[in-house]
T-cell receptor, first 116, second 107 residues
Framework: DAGVIQSPRHEVTEMGQEVTLRCKPI?????LFWYRQTMMRGLELLIY????????DSGMPEDRFSAKMPNASFSTLKIQPSEPRDSAVYFC??????????????FGSGTQLSVL | ELKVEQNPLFLSMQEGKNYTIYCNYS?????LYWYRQDPGKSLESLFV?????AVKQEGRLMASLDTKARLSTLHITAAVHDLSATYFC???????FGAGTRLTVKP
């Protein structure tokens, strides 16, 4: 398996533009997470899905952020409009979730977002 | 809201020395995870601890879990430079991470 695949690896955009980050989880995994990492705030959980259903989006900073998981093999994180303070590394991770608990998370390589 | 606290946040140690990183969490959970992140890289999984009293070892790293105390430890034995990285713990309640411990091993 190729692991968790994120795209793009790097994104540079101007303030006010729409940004879409993409993630393909590991085949067979049914739990998907979006994190944001900055020096100031560390690794923040934004949202996670179980079986394509959003479970907890309390970490989404504000209405400018939205995430979707239309099927088991694809998820997007959209920022509209983007602001300089959104600059960060965004990670997607997936795991297998069963009644007894969740397996290890496998992380993608991340998307380095710079909003100018 | 679940809180996950790690200490120390920064650790500088000499090669060959031993040290322990602590992870405290605020809610009941039977599973705890440890991850490693090298500078500029993604996170890779180290251990998943599945129950109270669980102990896992890999090379110079050993992790343990006390669910009653809501405490996990990551013990480093005879540190080597290659262990320099940031170590994170996370709790299975909703996979929130601690702030991380940045470990630097000096020759």
């Amino acid at each position: 398996d190729a692991g968790v695949i994120q795209s793009p690896r790097h994104e540079v955009t101007e303030m006010g533009q729409e940004v879409t980050l993409r993630c393909k989880p590991i085949s067979g995994h049914n739990s998907l997470f979006w994190y944001r990492q900055t020096m100031m705030r560390g690794l923040e959980l934004l949202i996670y899905f179980n079986n394509n259903v959003p479970i907890d989006d309390s970490g989404m900073p504000e209405d400018r952020f939205s995430a979707k998981m239309p099927n088991a093999s694809f998820s997007t994180l959209k920022i509209q409009p983007s602001e300089p303070r959104d600059s960060a590394v965004y990670f997607c991770a997936s795991s297998l979730w069963v009644a007894g608990g969740r397996g290890m998370l496998f992380f993608g390589s991340g998307t380095q977002l710079s909003v100018l | 809201e679940l809180k996950v606290e790690q200490n120390p946040l920064f650790l500088s140690m000499q090669e060959g020395k031993n040290y322990t990183i602590y992870c405290n969490y605020s809610t009941t959970s039977d599973r705890l995870y440890w991850y490693r992140q090298d500078p500029g890289k993604s996170l890779e999984s180290l251990f998943v601890l599945l129950s109270n009293g669980a102990v896992k070892q890999e090379g110079r790293l050993m992790a343990s879990l006390d669910t009653k105390a809501r405490l996990s430890t990551l013990h480093i034995t005879a540190a080597v430079h290659d262990l320099s990285a940031t170590y994170f713990c996370a709790v299975d309640h909703d996979m929130r991470f601690g702030a991380g411990t940045r470990l630097t091993v000096k020759p």
